[in-house]
């Protein structure tokens, strides 16, 4: 779930700045990869890649593919280790 929202966020993203550029984004796929230990313990070594169809100058594409990476929320709140508490229902 951790690797879906993660690329769900950014295809969302993606759309987002895409509009916002003026850029046309036909499709978008995006791939996440990361290794899980033991029960319990935090995911480690995520990556992921992207590809986006576009009409657009591949450049231009390239450079929107970047900057939403740098803006995607969840990519942002994993990397900077947020603290996330548990409260428990009364």
């Not at 509009?19 to 978008?28: E, L, N």
Request: glycine share 6%; aromatic share 8%; proline share 3%.
């Amino acid at each position: 779930m951790l690797f879906l929202a993660l690329a769900t966020c950014y295809c969302n993203d993606l759309y987002r700045e895409a509009a916002k550029a003026g850029i046309a984004i036909d499709s978008v796929e995006v791939t996440v990869e990361g290794d899980f230990g033991a029960a319990g313990e935090p995911a480690r070594s995520i990556q992921y890649s992207a590809r986006a169809e576009s009409s657009a100058d591949p450049e231009r594409v390239r450079e929107l593919l970047r900057y939403t990476d740098g803006v995607a929320e969840i990519q942002k709140t994993v990397r900077s280790g947020c603290e996330i508490s548990f409260v428990s229902p009364s």
